[in-house]
T-cell receptor
Framework: NAGVTQTPKFRILKIGQSMTLQCTQD?????MYWYRQDPGMGLKLIYY???????DKGEVPNGYNVSRSTTEDFPLRLELAAPSQTSVYFC??????????FGSGTRLTVV | KNQVEQSPQSLIILEGKNCTLQ??????????LRWYKQDTGRGPVSLTI?????NTKSNGRYTATLDADTKQSSLHITASQLSDSASYIC??????????FGAGTRLTVKP
């Protein structure tokens, strides 16, 4: 049982480049989330999904897009990377009233 | 001002000693309060979940308390071990898509 798997673990992007952060879970959780964690700050919600085909914005969605074509996968897309998007990104999944299971994170640096 | 404030920001203790981490919040009402442990380079892992009506919840050497009247929670770690070195994050849940994260307390346990 792998839980929540994120790839890649590390990535360096140049300003203006695009990339997709992958997230997959094998627990059949309905809910999935993307957070970013900046130094000295609490996690901030970027986007979330309550099921396949349904996504919604969180607190800090600008500069990101998501899709949820299957229950298992919830990729996060950065279209035009900016230095402000340098952060550690965490994907999580849950049942509606359960605790979250987090992935191990993707450390992204935009230069 | 963050709605979930944790103190201290960092803490160093000797192996075998006890410690208490604090969480003050202004979020109200809320459905539950959670404590997570985050090892360096990993995603947060749930330690305890308490509803607003619960006063205490234990998980091995970890005991969380909640005072909904004063809007304070604490996490007490007994007989610390080197593996307890991590960040501990307090999270107040308003709804499934509205989780307010504290910035965390960085605990270092030294031999």
């Amino acid at each position: 049982n792998a839980g929540v798997t994120q790839t890649p673990k590390f990535r360096i992007l140049k300003i203006g480049q695009s990339m997709t952060l992958q997230c997959t879970q094998d627990m059949n959780h309905n809910y999935m989330y993307w957070y970013r964690q900046d130094p000295g700050m609490g996690l901030k919600l970027i986007y979330y999904s309550v099921g396949a085909g349904i996504t919604d914005k969180g607190e800090v969605p600008n500069g990101y897009n998501v899709s949820r074509s299957t229950t298992e996968d919830f990729p996060l897309r950065l279209e035009l990377a900016a230095p402000s998007q340098t952060s550690v990104y965490f994907c999580a999944s849950s049942y509606p009233t359960s605790g979250y299971t987090f992935g191990s994170g993707t450390r992204l640096t935009v230069v | 001002k963050n709605q979930v404030e944790q103190s201290p920001q960092s803490l160093i203790i000797l192996e075998g000693k006890n410690c208490t981490l604090q969480c003050n919040y202004t979020v109200s009402p809320f459905s539950n309060l959670r404590w997570y442990k985050q090892d360096t380079g990993r995603g947060p892992v749930s330690l305890t979940i308490m509803t607003f009506s619960e006063n205490t919840k234990s998980n091995g050497r970890y005991t969380a308390t909640l005072d909904a009247d004063t809007k304070q929670s604490s996490l007490h770690i007994t007989a610390s071990q080197l593996s307890d070195s991590a960040s501990y994050i307090c999270v107040v849940s308003v709804g499934f898509n509205d989780m307010r994260f504290g910035a965390g307390t960085r605990l270092t346990v030294k031999p």
